[in-house]
């Protein structure tokens, strides 16, 4: 077993080193609006309009992740033509000796699901997930009383 998930580095810094180490270098890519991939349903644009602006406004669209974002937005594509196939054909099919399976749709929808939710949470679409992705947005951080005395300003 490859043993727990690694912490990100703005909980580690927030917890301290407790072997001194140097904290780690954090890699910010280069801000940049994905362009939007050709060949999509009217929904997958919409869908693609929707996470790409979220994230531009959370400072999370690099300019080397377009093709996680193209990878969501197949898999985002995907996960609704099986679902809808499932819905208009049911889940099950007969099989040529007359039994019934799983349908070929529905064994879809299950792995395109899964690789949807692995993408998700590399991206922190989810809740948990966005526990541990870092944003650019500002927090309500308190005003510090004795930032006059570093140069900083009250204010």
Request: proline residues 8%; positive net charge.
């Amino acid at each position: 077993m490859p043993g727990p998930a690694r912490k990100p580095e703005q909980l580690r810094r927030l917890e301290g080193y407790p072997d001194n180490k140097p904290p780690r270098k954090i890699f910010k890519a280069r801000q940049v609006r994905p362009a939007l991939p050709g060949g999509l349903s009217a929904e997958a644009k919409k869908e693609w309009k929707r996470i790409v602006d979220a994230c531009m406004k959370y400072g999370l669209c690099g300019d080397i992740d377009h093709a996680i974002f193209r990878a969501y937005i197949f898999e985002w594509e995907m996960c609704e033509k099986c679902q809808t196939m499932c819905m208009e054909l049911g889940i099950t099919v007969e099989d040529k000796q007359g039994g019934i399976k799983r349908a070929p749709w529905d064994t879809s929808l299950v792995q395109h699901r899964a690789r949807l939710q692995s993408i998700m949470n590399e991206l922190g679409f989810t809740p948990a997930a966005r526990s541990k992705v870092s944003t650019d947005e500002p927090a309500n951080k308190p005003r510090d009383p004795f930032a006059v005395f570093d140069g900083g300003r009250l204010g």
